[in-house]
């Protein structure tokens, strides 16, 4: 497993951008896919948007394709999650998780997660 710490996140307002970020602690951040998710209160944990390892190969869920944006730096160990013309429903705790091998948009493929960032989007 790997240790990760999420970033980036905040109060915005419709329409408006936030980058958030994702460093993992681990020299062999590399060999990991990686994946966001969100959650908010009452709900499922839902699949945001994953990238494979040498970044060729990203997913993303049909809510936020053409407005947000993943992508990662392997020697900075951190994955980013570029999120533009963002609406309220697009509020939640944004996490990152990790998984060895193939991208992946199932929860219980990653078996190590971050705490989360807090993302709101409010007038």
């Known amino acids: 497993q790997v240790q990760l710490v999420e970033s980036g996140g905040g109060l915005v307002q419709p329409g408006d951008s936030l980058r958030l970020s994702c460093v993992g602690s681990t020299n062999i951040f590399m060999t990991y896919a990686m994946g966001w998710f969100r959650q908010t209160p009452g709900k499922e944990r839902e699949f945001v948007a994953s990238?494979?390892?040498?970044?060729?190969?990203?997913e993303y869920t049909a809510s936020v394709k053409g407005r947000f944006t993943i992508s990662r730096d392997n020697a900075r160990n951190t994955v980013y999650l570029q999120m533009n013309s963002l609406k309220p429903e697009d509020t939640a705790v944004y996490l990152c998780a990790a998984r060895q091998g193939v991208v992946s948009r199932a929860i219980d493929d990653y078996d190590s997660w971050g705490q989360g960032t807090q993302v709101t989007v409010s007038s």
């Open positions: 990238i494979s390892r040498k970044t060729n190969y990203k």
